[in-house]
Nanobody
Framework: QVRLVESGGGSVQAGGSLQLSCAVS????????RGWFHQAPGKEREGVAS????????YYAESVRDRFIIAYDNATNTLSLRMNSLKPEDTGMYSCAADRGGNCLVARHRGIRLSDYTYWGQGTQVTVSS
C-alpha cells in the first residue's frame, strides 16, 4: 500500500505563506497521480492542486491558482504544497492523496475529484487569520 503523512500546517496571518509536506512511502509506484485537498470548516473537501509523477502536468483550482505550487521531490519521496498570499478562506484541513490511475492528466478538463484518489493522509490544519 501507499502511506501518506502530512506536516507543516499551522497558523499564519493573511498575506503570509506556509509550506505543507506529505511524506509518501510504501508502494510509491502506485502513486502516479498526487493531489492536495482542502476542507474548510462546514464545507465539503475539494481538490486544490494535482500533479502527475514527473511533475510535468499540474492543475490548480481557480481559488488557488497563481498562489499555490505543488511539487514532488523524488529523492525524498515528498509531495509539497507551497501556499503564498494566504487568505482567511484558505483556513481548513489540508490532505494529500495519491492514486495509481491517471486522472490527474485530465484534471484541466474535469477538475480534481475526490473519487480519483485511493490513498489519503490524515491531514494537517491551516488557520489564516485576518
Amino acid at each position: 500500500q501507499v502511506r501518506l503523512v502530512e506536516s507543516g500546517g499551522g497558523s499564519v496571518q493573511a498575506g503570509g505563506s506556509l509550506q505543507l509536506s506529505c511524506a509518501v512511502s510504501g508502494y510509491t509506484y502506485k502513486s502516479y497521480c498526487r493531489g492536495w485537498f482542502h476542507q474548510a470548516p462546514g464545507k465539503e473537501r475539494e481538490g486544490v492542486a494535482s500533479s502527475d509523477l514527473g511533475g510535468g502536468i499540474t492543475y490548480y483550482a481557480e481559488s488557488v491558482r497563481d498562489r499555490f505550487i505543488i511539487a514532488y521531490d523524488n529523492a525524498t519521496n515528498t509531495l509539497s504544497l507551497r501556499m503564498n498570499s494566504l487568505k482567511p478562506e484558505d483556513t481548513g484541513m489540508y490532505s494529500c492523496a495519491a492514486d495509481r490511475g491517471g486522472n490527474c492528466l485530465v484534471a484541466r478538463h474535469r477538475g480534481i475529484r475526490l473519487s480519483d484518489y485511493t490513498y489519503w493522509g490524515q491531514g494537517t490544519q491551516v488557520t489564516v487569520s485576518s
